[in-house]
């Protein structure tokens, strides 16, 4: 999956449930949490980033600095969330996930191969593969490419930008 989804969909779906919880622009810089467990590849260790394990550890330091500045811990759920947001869309994409990295190597994932496939005529039509699959396997350590933006990132993206916009309008309105 592209970096864009990874920022996108979780920062938006967090900002339509909560609104209140980013008073100002720069807490969605928040959304970064949501790419850095790809950091593992960049540090050529695949899988890493990608546990709960280390999802769990990450989550529970930003929650005690928060805890020690600030009195709450607010925002480390949400950048938890964001982590794990990760982990629940590379499963989705097929991955394979290593949840339990370093314990067990082996990455799950889910596959979705159905088809639909057009004949001659319209007798002719049929679906192929209804059912996802799951997918096991090692974790992709190859450092050679990485896809920083696609469709569904590009989309992500524009969706984020017309609900930011849509919620701001409102309570401008709301606030005259």
């Known amino acids: 999956m ?14 339509v449930v909560r609104p209140d919880l980013f008073p100002s622009p720069w807490y969605f810089a928040l959304a970064v949490f949501a790419v850095l467990p790809d950091f593992d590849k960049l540090l050529g260790i695949p899988g890493l980033l990608h546990s709960v394990f280390t999802v769990g550890t990450i989550g529970l330091g930003v929650g005690l600095l928060e805890r020690r500045f600030s009195g709450t811990t607010i925002y480390a759920t949400v950048a938890t969330v964001f982590l794990s947001s990760h982990l629940l869309l590379d499963l989705l994409d097929g991955g394979p996930v290593t949840f339990l990295y370093p314990i067990i190597e082996t990455g799950v994932g889910l596959k979705n191969p159905t088809q639909i496939v057009f004949g001659d005529t319209v007798q002719d039509v049929a679906v192929h593969n209804p059912l996802q699959r799951v997918h096991t396997g090692a974790t992709n350590s190859s450092r050679e490419a990485y896809s920083l933006v696609n469709g569904y990132g590009i989309l992500s993206a524009l969706v984020f930008v017309t609900v930011y916009l849509g919620i701001e309008s409102r309570r401008r309105y709301k606030d005259r």
């Open 2 to 15: 592209d970096v864009l989804t990874h920022l996108f969909l979780p920062i938006t779906v967090a900002y």
